[in-house]
């Protein structure tokens, strides 16, 4: 019974985000960016804290369009992450380490660690 329990906690775990384990939430965008960028930015940092995971997608996938930055990548990421799509997030984790211009909250995001 312990190993059927223990197996079934696994399962479970291992279907959890990594952004429920890590804590990680969206960043706002550098201070001189794009107005329109930040826009976007804004209204999907306030969709993913209404839960609204595909909402906020598309709001810094818009962001990113106007001005890709590590913290638009990373948004998204994280945001794929919560909807199971792991191998495209890991592609704007990556994205977002390549821009993040010396921004900690990126280079030493434990999610990214756990997807690159």
Request: charged share 20%.
């Amino acid at each position: 019974m312990k190993k059927l329990s223990f197996i079934m906690f696994a399962l479970i775990f291992s279907l959890l985000p990594l952004t429920v384990l890590a804590g990680e939430g969206p960043l706002p965008m550098p201070s001189g960016a794009n107005s329109s960028a930040v826009m976007h930015n804004n209204a999907g940092i306030d969709e993913w804290r209404k839960g609204n995971y595909e909402s906020a997608l598309e709001h810094f996938g818009e962001a990113s369009k106007i001005e890709a930055t590590g913290e638009t990548h990373f948004n998204e990421a994280i945001c794929l992450d919560k909807l199971g799509r792991h191998r495209e997030a890991a592609m704007h984790f990556k994205a977002a380490k390549k821009h993040a211009n010396g921004n900690t909250m990126i280079l030493n995001s434990r999610i990214l660690k756990k997807h690159l």
